[in-house]
């Protein structure tokens, strides 16, 4: 009856180094998946690769990441000429993720005060305190920069998880709810006394981005614009502008693109990552063509930039008046204010500190948590 | 036999005007073999809801289909009590019973049985004597609090009501989620399901596609359509043209009498509206329509 012990206790044993192959990729292998799998290996034999993959693909993998990178596993692992040893090997090399006994621990702690860096266990459970506390151009190792983009990923996506719209109730309000206010009538043998109200739904908060692809902001804007996409599928009503020495219209589309077609979009509508900035005249061309439509009153501006401007502080400053009246709050978010002191960044800031509602930093992990706090107050 | 089974899937979806291919077929056989959901992800407008429509059609069941949005609750989904006829019930046996006591304990015993009860799709499915078809559309667009109230029914396809008991499925329905990718859906239901991404069709296969669902149309057309199209989705515009798109639009050329995109590309830029759907990607489109026509000539 059970089919999945119909399969040779070898072959079981190959389909569990396989599973565990991909748990170490990052897949999600659940006990039932394995049972399926079994199935799926005594139903179509081991013969015919293509059924083998396309049966397994579809009971182990859980996300569109995990679909595209299922056939190159597979393939390295099943056509037998590379054991999962080397597969292991060969994943560290190309930036999968191995197991952290065969890890060195590549994170750089610059960027942190050498008190933490004291207090950092180097291996081990010390590794991700470290990861944490380093500074995101110091770090170069595949494996750990995908623990952050994962990290990145959930924080905007949590965002959304905070402001679920959902009807309550209420003893007032301009809504009926009939049905609870029948079910409350019971009570008084049908006769409606007390109605109940549908209160109103919380509105979703609105974002607008505006990043800084310059050069100077290359290794942080990357991230950031990760961040950006993730944030821009969760919240519908958001919207993104990069700008280096022109403002370019993100939109909304950008946010379905992978990584890598994202950039290539960004570099093919604008010049790419070039040297200059000229913030306030991006700035200027935003409010002059999109504030009156994107930001209302309950829109947040979240500005990315280490705000070296071509132009002067004082122009800058006039452009930040114009969308601090406009919008709920500015917040400006510079990933240079966690490394160099605050007395060198003020002198470029000050002017512009009575427009913004929140000055931070996100050059690291808790810097990030902190942002995220920021949005959702 | 597996093999045999899978060809007989394929010729029923082909047989419904479905072109697919040997993964999507595998998913669906797996589907059937294993008894669990499966959820679909991709794009808007590659055809994941056309995939049940199309198994329904196919399998002679009836498709029972939930359309997920915000706010979407255990009353629309699920069941509902009828409150009014309750209503109704109360008042009808309140003068006829002389103490409130034997009122009480009748009530208790009629008001809330299955005579009361409203059947939204969630239960109709569940409660079906022949096996039915049930999507569950664009998962991601309700709440996390709906997606826990799928999990009983996904995983032991029953329904608990705590006036009532447990009801199990008479007959398991097939059951298919869809995603647009909008919100990251809970591991918990993803664990639940198998799970097959539909991505954008290559060239050859939205040729068939849209020579399956237009069958009048002109050979070079359909090739100059679907370049066109596959095109333009490399651009990054805010939304890119699905399958259902290039479909309009063919239709839309057709209804016009293009044969040519390059005949007429005026009347060709007129009707781009069925295939771009922001003024933006407008805009972008006739920036690099020249560009764009000259890649699909070669």
Wanted: aromatic share 8%; hydrophobic share 40%; glycine share 6%.
């Amino acid at each position: 009856m059970n089919t999945a012990n119909n399969t040779v206790p070898s072959v079981s044993n190959r389909i569990l180094d396989f599973t565990q192959l991909l748990r170490t990729n990052g897949f999600t292998i659940e006990p039932s998946c394995i049972t399926d799998v079994m199935q799926v290996a005594a139903d179509r034999g081991l013969r015919d690769h293509n059924q083998l993959r396309l049966g397994f693909k579809c009971c182990l993998c859980k996300t569109p990441e995990q679909w595209k990178k299922f056939d190159k596993l597979f393939f390295a692992f099943w056509a037998n000429r590379i054991s999962y040893e080397e597969t292991q090997h060969n994943n560290a090399s190309q930036g999968g993720v191995v197991s952290s006994s065969h890890n060195q621990r590549m994170v750089g702690l610059a960027g942190t005060s050498s008190e933490k860096q004291q207090s950092v266990n180097v291996y081990g459970s010390g590794d991700y305190t470290a990861l944490s506390l380093a500074d995101f151009r110091f770090v170069f190792n595949p494996a750990e920069k995908r623990l952050i983009d994962q990290f990145v990923d959930e924080l905007a996506q949590r965002c959304r998880r905070r402001h679920i719209k959902k009807t309550r109730l209420s003893h007032s309000g301009s809504r009926v709810a009939l049905s609870k206010s029948i079910h409350q009538s019971l009570r008084y043998q049908g006769k409606v006394f007390q109605l109940r109200f549908h209160k109103r739904r919380q509105k979703l908060p609105s974002f607008v981005l505006l990043l800084d692809i310059s050069q100077s902001m290359d290794v942080y804007a990357r991230l950031f614009l990760r961040f950006t996409r993730k944030l821009l599928s969760a919240f519908e009503t958001s919207h993104a502008f990069a700008f280096n020495i022109e403002l370019i219209d993100l939109g909304k589309g950008f946010y379905s693109l992978d990584e890598s077609h994202f950039e290539h979009a960004i570099n093919t509508a604008s010049q790419g990552w070039v040297g200059g900035t000229r913030i306030a005249r991006s700035f200027e061309d935003f409010n002059n063509n999109h504030l009156g439509a994107l930001v209302k009153s309950h829109t947040t501006i979240l500005i990315f930039s280490d705000g070296c401007d071509t132009d002067t502080p004082d122009v800058l400053a006039e452009q930040l008046k114009i969308m601090s009246h406009k919008a709920r709050r500015v917040i400006w978010v510079n990933p240079l204010k966690g490394r160099f002191s605050e007395e060198h960044i003020e002198t470029r800031m000050q002017p512009l500190q009575p427009f913004i509602s929140h000055y931070l930093s996100a050059h690291n992990l808790p810097s990030l948590v902190k942002l995220q706090r920021v949005l959702l107050n | 036999m597996a093999t045999d089974q899978r060809t007989e899937l394929s010729d029923a979806l082909a047989a419904q005007g479905y072109v697919t291919d040997a993964s999507l077929v595998s998913s669906l056989y797996l589907m059937g073999k294993l008894g669990k959901p499966l959820l679909i992800e991709g794009e808007a407008g590659v055809g994941k809801t056309e995939i049940a429509k199309c198994l329904s059609s196919a399998w002679g069941r009836k498709l029972i289909r939930l359309q997920c949005y915000e706010g979407l609750d255990a009353q629309n989904a699920l069941y509902d009590w009828d409150y009014q006829r309750q209503l109704l019930a109360i008042q009808m046996q309140a003068p006829a019973q002389s103490t409130a006591k034997s009122l009480a304990s009748d009530l208790k015993n009629s008001l809330y049985s299955v005579d009361f009860l409203l059947k939204r799709p969630l239960f109709e499915a569940i409660a079906s004597d022949t096996p039915v078809v049930l999507l569950i559309d664009e998962v991601d667009r309700a709440d996390q609090e709906f997606e826990a109230l799928l999990l009983e029914v996904l995983s032991d396809f029953q329904i608990s009501i705590p006036e009532l008991g447990t009801f199990t499925a008479r007959s398991q329905p097939t059951v298919i989620l869809t995603s647009n990718g909008i919100r990251e859906l809970s591991d918990a239901l993803r664990r639940r399901c198998l799970y097959h991404y539909i991505d954008y069709p290559g060239s050859d296969t939205e040729q068939k596609i849209v020579k399956s669902r237009l069958p009048g149309i002109d050979e070079n057309l359909a090739r100059q359509v679907v370049a066109f199209v596959q095109n333009i989705r490399t651009k990054g515009l805010r939304k890119s043209p699905g399958v259902a798109e290039s479909i309009d639009w063919a239709n839309a050329l057709m209804t016009m009498g293009v044969n040519d995109l390059h005949s007429d590309p005026e009347l060709s830029n007129s009707t781009m509206s069925c295939l771009v759907k922001t003024r933006n990607d407008l805009e972008l489109i006739k920036q690099e329509q020249h560009k764009l026509y000259q890649t699909d000539e070669q």
